[in-house]
């Protein structure tokens, strides 16, 4: 196993030393929160719940709106970029790591406020079409730093676990200077089982601008 590693680590370096890497920073808005599809017996019991109530469908779990700060890089895969017709724009791929501080938050209808800080590591594989239009899909791993519960009955809300992991797609749009972009992403995933006492499914939907530094490339 530590040879696979050690292996990976070198194809990565091998691969970032002959590709052109650009680096940036982004910021943006988020809403998120999470569903949970597992009958919770604690909730029903101590607050009288409906299972009904308690269900992914229902509304008891509200999203609410949050940000992220963060900065990223930009690694293109293929230095030249490839097409199918000579007529066609040239089509990029690229790999796109990014930190992120990420301030989360949403409430439990009955029971109280969640507020959470995480560090959000996306790894995301980019296509790009004539180095504008983008999309994207990878997987992501959040690490907890903080969490607070407020509200009526705080007690009752359950903590979230250490680390998460998940996958998120998304779009983006780079400007034609190469340096400003928006990508719109949505995430999913669930956290790691350090907390037995709950199964959630994570989401979260965001929006950001970006800005690369570096010269870019003709086509």
């Known amino acids: ?31 998120s929160g999470p569903f949970y599809p597992h009958y919770n017996k604690t909730l029903v019991n101590r607050l009288g719940l409906t299972r ?10 509200s999203p609410r709106g949050g940000f992220q700060l963060g900065i990223l890089a930009d690694i293109q895969l293929i230095k030249n970029g490839f097409h199918r017709k000579k007529r066609e724009k040239q089509c990029f791929l690229s790999l796109s790591p990014e930190v992120l501080f990420a301030y989360q938050n949403y409430s439990v209808d009955k029971i109280g406020n969640v507020n959470l800080l995480n560090i959000n590591v996306p790894v995301m594989v980019k296509l790009s079409f004539g180095k504008s239009w983008v999309i994207e899909l990878g997987p992501y791993i959040d690490f907890l730093l903080d969490q607070k519960h407020t509200g009526d009955h705080p007690e009752l809300l359950v903590a979230n676990s250490s680390i998460s992991m ?17 990508d719109l992403r949505t995430s999913i995933g669930t956290d790691m089982p350090d907390n037995l006492t709950a199964h959630p ?19």
């Open 52 to 61: 009904a109530q308690n269900d992914s469908a229902n509304a008891d779990y």
């Open 201 to 219: 499914i994570n989401t979260m939907t965001q929006l950001d601008i970006f800005y690369l530094f570096g010269k870019r490339k003709k086509e």
């Open 1 to 31: 196993m530590k040879k696979i590693y050690l292996l990976t680590i070198v194809i990565l370096i091998a691969t970032a030393l002959q590709a052109q890497i650009k680096f940036g920073i982004k910021g943006g808005v988020n809403i």
């Open 166 to 182: 998940g996958g998120a797609t998304g779009i983006g749009c780079l400007l034609p200077s190469g340096h400003i972009g928006f």
